[in-house]
């Protein structure tokens, strides 16, 4: 099996910082890319961010200037710098990874449980 296991969320004001770390676990032979989604009250599931194996990134509109993501790969890790944040960035945050197991011998595409991002006016 291969988890992704969040942590970082919070209750933030705005203009404050929060920074989410996503680290994947398990039978894991290589990662390619890897990205934050996140889904408000009322709406659609987005893509927030998202960067490949060799770090080239992709943003939103709505984030780009505010967030920033990076990955370890040693770690399996990918984190969210999140800055300057507005009570519109408030929802759950999933991470997603594209994961080729070598358990299974085949790439999974892999979520996180999602952890909840309140920014306060």
């Known amino acids: 099996q291969v988890q992704l296991v969040e942590s970082g969320g919070g209750l933030v004001q705005a203009g404050g910082s929060l920074r989410l770390s996503c680290a994947a676990s398990?039978?894991?032979?290589?990662?390619?890319?890897m990205g934050w989604y996140r889904q408000a009250p009322g709406k659609q599931r987005e893509l927030v961010a998202a960067i490949t194996s060799g770090g080239s990134t992709n943003y939103a509109d709505s984030v780009k200037g505010r967030f920033t993501i990076s990955r370890d790969n040693a770690k399996n890790t990918v984190y969210l710098q999140m800055n300057s944040l507005k009570p519109e960035d408030t929802a759950v945050y999933y991470c997603?990874?594209?994961?080729?197991?070598?358990?299974?011998?085949?790439?999974?595409?892999?979520w996180g449980q999602g952890t909840l991002v309140t920014v306060s006016s």
């Open positions: 398990g039978s894991i032979f290589s990662i390619n890319a």
């Open positions: 997603n990874a594209d994961v080729y197991s070598d358990f299974y011998n085949e790439y999974l595409e892999v």
